[in-house]
Structures are given as structure tokens and as C-alpha cells.
């Protein structure tokens, strides 16, 4: 089975940067997903790291370390905005091309003024 | 504009009654898959399919069905629903091998 493991909850103050790990055991990784989620709301596309290294895109970067089953979200320039919760998903390969996509329970980012 | 939709959008039914939560996207899409999301739980994969008339089952596929006939829609059947199905159920879609999935906007079932 899949063991994919991020913190709860993290608390940060809006201009701050917070960092989100992710730590998975996986076989058959290929590749791992980083989402936003407001409340009640669906998931966003953030970030995919398919290779080991850093990923940047604006405000957003994530980091992978495969042979670590390690990975990072790193938010910058903290605004309320991005107050919600970050989800880290697996992919794995299965006998179809695509595989299957598995989920961590989310890191609920706080956000204060 | 390219979307992942979902019906209805709230649902309160009992226990038993048969029930359809509708999938359909615009974009061509190869994969689609259903998923639940229950508080403490995250998202856990329910069915999924690669290409018409071809589905697998997920983490959690107890007590559900899925068809696809066409490419762009992919239903969600609970056949007899029970009160441990109540939750909230996103559909996503992608395109080729890495691509991410695209979310539809979620459906919060109620099986009382």
C-alpha cells in the first residue's frame, strides 16, 4: 500500500514563507501532484514533479527528492489569499498508462494578518 | 471554456435509493476518475477509467458503479446508498500520462 504523510496544520504570517513537507512510501512512484483546496471548493492544479529538484512557479515552488520519498511545497510572500489547505498526491504506475493517483489528508495553511 | 462538471451539485436522499451523480467534460479527455473527500481522511480515489469502456477500481469502489460509454462522461452509480456514503465527491479529468487532473466543482451527498 501507499503511506503518504504531511503535517495537519501550519501557521504563518501574511508576507512569511511556510514551507509544506510531504513524505510518501511508495512502489511503482511516478510522479507527485501538489494542489490548493479552499473550503468546500474544488482542488487546484499547483505544481508536478516528476524528476528530483526544484519546481518554481511564481510564489509556488516544490521541491522532489526521489530517492527520499520527499517532497516540498514552498510558498513565498504569504497572502491571505492563500489561506487553505495543500494537498500532496502520488502517482503510480499500474498496468494502464496513466496509473493511479493517491492523496495525502492536506496541510490546512493559516494565514494571519 | 474547458470544465469538469458535476450533477447535482448538493443531494439528500435515504438509504436504498438508487442514485446517478453525473461527470462531463469538455477537453477530450483519456482519464477521468471519481473521488471522495472525507474530513481527517483526504481524498481517496473511487473508480477510475482510462478510455471508453475501459474502468478500474480505486482505493474505496465498495458500493459504487461507474460506465463509460462515451469519452466525455463518466456517471457515478450508487446502487442501494447507505448513511456511510455520505460525503463529498469530486469527478476530474486528464489528458495524457503525467498530465494533472482537472476537478469538477464536487457534489455533497446526505444518505440519511
Known amino acids: 500500500g501507499q503511506n503518504i504523510d504531511q503535517p495537519t496544520e501550519m501557521t504563518a504570517t501574511e508576507g512569511a514563507i511556510v514551507q509544506i513537507n510531504c513524505t510518501y512510501q511508495t512502489s511503482g512512484f511516478n510522479g507527485l501532484f501538489w494542489y490548493q483546496q479552499h473550503a468546500g471548493e474544488a482542488p487546484t492544479f499547483l505544481s508536478y514533479n516528476v524528476l528530483d529538484g526544484l519546481e518554481e512557479k511564481g510564489r509556488f515552488s516544490s521541491f522532489l527528492s526521489r530517492s527520499k520519498g520527499y517532497s516540498y511545497l514552498l510558498l513565498k510572500e504569504l497572502q491571505m489569499k492563500d489561506s487553505a489547505s495543500y494537498l500532496c498526491?502520488?502517482?503510480?504506475?499500474?498496468?494502464?498508462?496513466?496509473?493511479?493517483?493517491?492523496f495525502g489528508a492536506g496541510t490546512q495553511v493559516v494565514v494571519t494578518p | 471554456e474547458a470544465q469538469v462538471t458535476q450533477n447535482p451539485r448538493y443531494l439528500i436522499t435515504v438509504t436504498g435509493k438508487k442514485l446517478t451523480v453525473t461527470c462531463s467534460q469538455n477537453?477530450?479527455?483519456?482519464?477521468m476518475s471519481w473521488y471522495r473527500q472525507d474530513p481527517g481522511l483526504g481524498l481517496r480515489q473511487i473508480y477510475y477509467?482510462?478510455?471508453?469502456?475501459?474502468?478500474d477500481k480505486g482505493d474505496v469502489p465498495e458500493g459504487y458503479k461507474v460506465s463509460r460509454k462515451e469519452k466525455r462522461n463518466f456517471p457515478l452509480i450508487l446502487e442501494s446508498p447507505s448513511p456511510n456514503q455520505t460525503s463529498l465527491y469530486f469527478c476530474a479529468s486528464a489528458a495524457g500520462s503525467g498530465s494533472p487532473p482537472y476537478f469538477g466543482p464536487g457534489t455533497r451527498l446526505t444518505v440519511t
Open positions: 498526491a502520488v502517482r503510480v504506475l499500474t498496468t494502464d498508462s496513466w496509473g493511479k493517483l493517491q
Open positions: 477509467s482510462m478510455n471508453v469502456e475501459v474502468t
Open positions: 477537453m477530450n479527455h483519456e482519464y
